[in-house]
């Protein structure tokens, strides 16, 4: 946030940029959203497991709200449900495309030591061959 009130730039960049860039990339988009579209604090975190995942068939049916759950209801977020669902699994696609595997090269170990917002969602990580 400092860098881009400030006009600036910032890089992030792994090895193979995939996996930690992976997790910056999203977010920033994030922020990106929250800070200059009014994403709301609630789908945050919603979001950021949106676009580092992948969405599979029959997930969100065409027309279906993500946000309204089982039992309680929740008002939709004008922008989470049309942006989140357009860059859904953005990233993931690109550990596909790099390793032919759709998880991050993450441990549990190297998990405990990121901050919570760097951290993929469950079930996207785990031993690969990179």
Known sequence: MICRRLNGIRFTSCKSAK????MSVTLEQCALLRDEH???????????????????????????????????????????????????????????????????????LQLMTFPKAYRPPEGTYGKVDT
């Open 19 to 22: 996996d930690r860039t992976a």
């Open 38 to 108: 009014q994403l709301s604090k609630d789908y945050f975190v919603r979001a950021l497991d949106c676009m580092r995942s992948r969405l599979t068939q029959g997930d969100v049916a065409q027309g279906e709200d993500p946000e309204a759950g089982g039992g309680e209801r929740k008002p939709p977020s004008r922008h989470f449900y049309p942006i989140a669902l357009l860059l859904r699994g953005c990233r993931i696609e690109n550990v596909q495309k790099n390793i032919g595997c759709r998880k991050y090269a993450f441990n549990m």
